[in-house]
C-alpha cells in the first residue's frame, strides 16, 4: 500500500505549523503537476505566479506567501522541508532480506547483526562488515575490505582490497573503490608499471554516484572526508585527498595527489591536475580546468580557470574578436597606406 499521511502529521514530522484543512496527502509533486492529494512546495520566486493555478492540495511555503494559498505547511526554508518530506514517502529499495545461500562469502570474513547480504554477493577474506549493512547483488568486497555500520552498496559495486568504508555511506550502481592508481613510467626498457599498494578511506556519510572510481594510493591513502557527496561518473586519482562537506558534480576529474578543502563544490565536468592544492570554500564552474592552486573562498570559471567576474568578462567578449580582428586588420590597412603615402612625399 502506497505511504499516506495527513497534513498535521507532515507539519508535526517537520517542526512546522499547518493552515487549512487536515487532508490526507498521498505523494509530492511539483506545483505545476500536482494533484488534489499531493503535496508540492515554493521555494523559488521564479514560480510564484504558479500558485495562483496549481491543483496541489497543500503547499510548503514561507510565511511571506502564506497568504496565497488554503492548506499550507509554513516553513522558514520550505525547499529543505520538502526534501524532509520526500524521505517519508521514499520506498524502500530492494526486496530481499537475510543473507543470501547464493552469496560467497570467505569463511575468515566477518558479517555484523542485522546485514542483509543479496544472492551472487562475493565477500573476500579478512573483509569486516558491519551491523545493519545492506549489499545488493553483483557486489565485490576484496581482501581487507572493512565497512562501517548502516552502508548501503548497490548492484556492481566493486571494492578492492584494503579499501574502508565508515558509518551510513551509500554507493549508488557501479561504483569502484581501489581499483589502481594510474601508475607508469617510461623508461629505457619500455613502459614500467608502477604497483598501487596503499589505501582508499571514505569517511562517515559519504555519499558516491554511480559508476564513479576512486583509486586506490600508490602509497599511503586515497581519503574521502564525512559528508561529501559525489555525483556520478566522477574520476578521483590516487592519493587524492578531498575534505568535508564537497559537492562534486559530474564528470569531474582529480588528479593524484591533489588535495581539495571542506567545503568546496566542483561543479560539472571540472578537471583538476595533480599535485595541487584546493583550499576551503572554493567553487569552481562547469568545465573549469584548474592549473594552479586555489585560495580560500575563491570562485572561479574557465579553462585555464580564472576569478569568477574576469571569466564573465572575457565570456562577454569572446563572441566580439571576429569583429576585432577585422577592425584591426582595416586599421592596419590604413595604415599601411597613409605610411605609403608619407613616403612617396619624401
Known amino acids: ?26 505523494g509530492l509533486n511539483t506545483l505545476e503537476e500536482a494533484q488534489g492529494s499531493e503535496l508540492s512546495f515554493l521555494a523559488n520566486p521564479k514560480y510564484i505566479k504558479q500558485i495562483a493555478t496549481t491543483k496541489a492540495g497543500a503547499v510548503i511555503l514561507h510565511p511571506d506567501h502564506a497568504k496565497d494559498v488554503k492548506n499550507a505547511i509554513i516553513s522558514e526554508n520550505p525547499y529543505f522541508s520538502f526534501a524532509r518530506c520526500m524521505g517519508l514517502f521514499a520506498e524502500k529499495e530492494g526486496f530481499f532480506e537475510g543473507i543470501s545461500e547464493f552469496a560467497s562469502i570467505h569463511p575468515s570474513a566477518t558479517i555484523g547483526e542485522n546485514c542483509t547480504v543479496y544472492p551472487f554477493v562475493v565477500i573476500g577474506s579478512n573483509a569486516k562488515i558491519g551491523d545493519n549493512c545492506t549489499l545488493f547483488s553483483g557486489v565485490y568486497i576484496g581482501e581487507y ?43 629505457d626498457f619500455g613502459v614500467q608499471k608502477i604497483p598501487q599498494i596503499g589505501t582508499v578511506m571514505i569517511a562517515d556519510n559519504v555519499e558516491i554516484g554511480a559508476n564513479t572510481t576512486i583509486d586506490r594510493a600508490a602509497l599511503s591513502k586515497t581519503s574521502i572526508a564525512k559528508n561529501t557527496c559525489i555525483d556520478n561518473l566522477v574520476q578521483i ?59 580560500e573562498n ?20 569572446q ?10 586588420s582595416a586599421l592596419e590597412k590604413q595604415i599601411a597606406k597613409l605610411e605609403q603615402e608619407r613616403d612617396s612625399q619624401k
Do not use: W
Open 145 to 187: 575490505c572493512e565497512l562501517g555500520e548502516n552502508c548501503t552498496l548497490t548492484p556492481n559495486c566493486v571494492l578492492m582490497s584494503h579499501t574502508h568504508l565508515g558509518d551510513n555511506c551509500y554507493l549508488q550502481p557501479g561504483v569502484v573503490l581501489g581499483g589502481e592508481g594510474f601508475g607508469f613510467v617510461r623508461t
Open 319 to 328: 563572441p566580439k574578436i571576429p569583429e576585432l580582428f577585422k577592425r584591426v
Open 237 to 295: 586519482g590516487h592519493n587524492v585527498q578531498v575534505g568535508e562537506e564537497c559537492f562534486i558534480v559530474s564528470q569531474v576529474g582529480i588528479a593524484g595527489s591533489t588535495k581539495v578543502g571542506n567545503k568546496c563544490t566542483l561543479a560539472g565536468q571540472v578537471g583538476i591536475s595533480g599535485h595541487l592544492h584546493i583550499a576551503d570554500n572554493v567553487t569552481i564552474g562547469p568545465q573549469g580546468g584548474v592549473i594552479k592552486d586555489l585560495a
Open 1 to 26: 500500500m502506497a505511504k499516506q499521511f495527513t497534513l498535521a502529521e507532515i507539519a508535526d514530522f517537520l517542526g512546522e505549523r499547518y493552515q487549512g484543512e487536515n487532508i490526507t496527502v498521498t
Open 298 to 317: 575563491s570562485v572561479v570559471s574557465g579553462s585555464p580557470a580564472m576569478e569568477y567576474n574576469t571569466y564573465m568578462r572575457h565570456s562577454l567578449l
